[in-house]
Nanobody
Framework: VQLQASGGGLVQAGGSLRLSCAAS????????MAWYRQAPGKQREWVAS???????NYADSVKGRFTISRDNAKNTVYLQMNSLKPEDTAAYYC????????WGQGTQVTVSS
């Protein structure tokens, strides 16, 4: 399975973005999918995850602002990001939990203050 993240961009603080992660193959059998992010000079961190049944979990730093969802029929995972903060600036990636696929290039999110 190849994963391609898209939807990033430059947004002002308080704004919103919706990220998409399209898989080249079926994600139906992937029990746990997640979004991760990596800011410059920092380690990649987990942001949010979703089970094949739709149960979600979030990092404390994004809880209440981000929403993860998945469409198994479209082999796509989404991340709706609201009330964005400058500290959300990072390259965002999707992968399984634990990560088992190539990370790809991710999609850059830049939040200006």
């Amino acid at each position: 399975v190849q994963l391609q993240a898209s939807g990033g961009g430059l947004v002002q603080a308080g704004g919103s973005l919706r990220l998409s992660c399209a898989a080249s193959g079926s994600i139906f059998s992937i029990k746990l999918m997640a979004w991760y992010r990596q800011a410059p000079g920092k380690q990649r961190e987990w942001v949010a995850s979703i089970t094949s049944g739709g149960s979600t979990n979030y990092a404390d730093s994004v809880k209440g602002r981000f929403t993860i969802s998945r469409d198994n029929a479209k082999n796509t995972v989404y991340l709706q990001m609201n009330s964005l903060k400058p500290e959300d600036t990072a390259a965002y990636y999707c992968n399984a939990v634990p990560p088992q696929y190539n990370w790809g290039q991710g999609t850059q999110v830049t939040v200006s203050s």
